[in-house]
């Protein structure tokens, strides 16, 4: 409630601050309006004078007013941008708590049924685990996050990792300051970095000569001259105009391999300057946590910052951009050939940086997964994050472990600790909650190993592979029974177990596309399988008989249930995990409810 109310204070400011930045950019552009008559007006009565100075100094400085009218309006743009995108980010995190989709990409495209679990516990897709976590604008920032939920990491980067969120979820300022300068990446979703790289790396990024880098640096020395000269000597507007022409003549001669260094990147001087402004929120920090102060120090090299780096060539490309105003574009060119001293600047910013930049946008990227993982946390304060313990086997113990996606509300929380069984043998009634539980088991543990906190009150985890046995289906598209699929699945996780010793498999209801007498022979031979291979696990399943598997291999495997209570009739489902078989089955009462009666 506490996260909600901030958010809402946010939004509040945020309108009051866009209220005020909208009546001053219609001031300046009530502005610039009368700045553009009045104008007229001054060079009409300069004109009519017949005083040349008098009508160049009055278009000089009607001229360099309207630009600054025009810089500080674009400034309040901005502004008014930033402050729209902070709203945006804040009203994202309100339709988030209340069940609305998030604003960032949901994951669908990382969605692998390939995948050893990924498919099994939501990982991806719409009401997704990666869903509800993903804070990433950028393309490549999902892909840091997407592989974080899908593979492990080492125990020593998780627990760097959650010192690393910790902090960032401490700052929620900081943390949605960082989100406002990349959001602008949902519209598009390009990988800006593999684009840039390109762009730097291509061997056609050459221009001119010495003689011709010397006469650019001399050109706005001597119309300078020239033209103050002319107020003097007349023969010298001739030789001005003369010369501004040959200037413009040149550029446009030229414009084609301009703009082949200059129009590969589009909008790059905007995007670079998001990303120079997102990097220096990193580089301005004085992080305490390792991971962070490490990938701070990442930005620097050269001596230089990578923020500074960017900024820089984001400056050079947007004046390289005035060409594209024609008149503007002219009059630079003609009096200082801007063009080709942009493209001077860029060469020569290619030369001193290279292609090393480039590893700032790594940094970026890994920010972004940080960053969504500590808004995560800042959403779930209750969670605890795991501890993260070394072990040669397989270590889940949990107090109050409770699904990630299902609501507080309701969700049903329990306690489990692997100890003195390496498989957790776990029957029920349908709709107890033995699917539910396997998938809170294993969602947990990805949050977990990517150093997320966890739904839990206590955690206490190693690091193992994952692999899941859930949900089977045929595939028309393969040529897929439901029976195939089902032993090409299992065929994965026996597989796994027997080449992984580190891998703790999750199966729940085996070879359902079979008859129940094979079914059940089949589900003994896997396990027994699995039990040989000192395979470590869970297997829920309706079949009571697998249940003396516990018998049979005491000290290996553990019978739990799920079980109902009924009470007049009705079925009350609790959802809590029970030492021991299941000796409660609700078929017949459920059957009996759609007006099935079993004799």
């Not at 598009?188 to 790289?197: N, S, W």
């Not at 000597?233 to 010369?243: E, N, T």
Request: overall charge neutral; hydrophobic content about 45%; some cysteine.
């Amino acid at each position: 409630m506490e996260n909600l109310e901030r958010y809402n204070h946010h939004i509040a400011s945020a309108d009051v601050a866009l209220n005020r930045v909208r009546r001053s950019i219609n001031a300046y552009a009530l502005l610039r309006l009368g700045t553009i008559i009045g104008g007229c007006v001054a060079l009409f009565a300069a004109v009519r004078a017949e005083q040349l100075w008098l009508f160049l100094v009055a278009f000089f400085a009607i001229l360099l007013f309207f630009f600054w009218l025009v810089w500080r309006q674009s400034r309040l743009e901005k502004e008014k941008n930033e402050l729209l995108d902070w709203r945006t980010v804040n009203q994202n995190e309100l339709d988030v708590a209340d069940g609305r989709p998030n604003r960032y990409p949901d994951g669908t495209v990382f969605k692998d049924k390939k995948h050893p679990y990924s498919d099994d516990l939501d990982l991806f897709g719409p009401y997704s685990l990666f869903a509800q976590i993903n804070r990433s604008a950028t393309a490549e920032g999902n892909r840091f996050l997407a592989s974080w939920l899908a593979a492990p990491a080492a125990a020593p980067l998780i627990r760097n990792r959650q010192q690393a969120i910790r902090e960032l979820a401490g700052d929620l300022d900081w943390c949605q300051g960082f989100q406002v300068k990349l959001l602008f990446n949902l519209a598009e979703q390009r990988d800006f970095k593999t684009q840039f790289a390109g762009y730097l790396k291509q061997d056609r990024l050459s221009f001119g000569n010495r003689l011709l880098r010397a006469y650019v640096q001399l050109t706005p020395w001597l119309m300078a001259l020239l033209i103050g000269l002319a107020f003097v000597v007349p023969v010298f507007r001739s030789i001005a105009v003369f010369l501004a022409l040959a200037h413009l003549l040149w550029t446009i001669g030229y414009a084609a391999r301009v703009s082949r260094i200059a129009g590969k990147m589009g909008r790059a001087g905007q995007v670079l300057a998001a990303f120079a402004a997102a990097i220096k929120r990193i580089e301005n920090r004085d992080w305490q946590s390792q991971l962070n102060k490490k990938l701070s120090r990442e930005l620097t090299f050269e001596n230089k910052s990578a923020s500074g780096a960017l900024d820089a060539l984001a400056r050079i490309l947007d004046r390289l951009d005035y060409r594209l105003n024609m008149l503007v574009g002219a009059l630079l060119n003609m009096t200082m050939l801007w063009d080709f001293k942009q493209v001077f600047a860029v060469l020569d910013w290619r030369r001193q940086y290279g292609t090393e930049v480039l590893d700032a946008f790594d940094v970026v990227h890994e920010f972004e997964g940080l960053v969504s993982l500590a808004v995560f946390s800042h959403n779930h304060p209750q969670w605890c994050f795991p501890v993260v313990v070394d072990s040669p086997s397989p270590v889940i113990e949990a107090v109050g472990l409770s699904h990630p996606l299902i609501p507080e509300t309701t969700a049903v929380a329990n306690d489990y600790r692997m100890e003195n069984h390496r498989i957790a043998l776990i029957t029920g009634s349908n709709m107890a909650g033995k699917s539910t539980f396997l998938r809170t088991v294993g969602s947990n543990a990805v949050l977990a190993f990517c150093g997320a906190p966890v739904n839990a009150k206590e955690m206490r985890i190693s690091v193992f592979r994952l692999v899941t046995y859930m949900r089977i289906a045929d595939s028309l598209n393969e040529s897929t029974s439901t029976f195939r699929a089902e032993l090409n699945r299992i065929q994965m996780v026996l597989q796994t177990v027997k080449e992984q010793p580190d891998t703790v498999f999750l199966i729940d209801e085996m070879l359902r596309g079979t008859n129940s007498a094979d079914k059940y022979r089949g589900s003994k031979a896997i396990i027994e399988q699995l039990i040989a291979d000192d395979g470590v696990g869970m297997v829920a399943t309706h079949d009571l008989q697998l249940a003396k598997l516990a018998d049979e291999y005491p000290g290996i495997v553990e019978n739990y249930h799920f079980d109902i209570q009924v009470s007049e009739g009705d079925m009350l489902f609790d959802y809590k995990l029970k030492t021991g078989e299941c000796t409660i089955f609700n078929a017949s009462l459920l059957l009996r409810n759609i007006g099935i009666i079993i004799k």
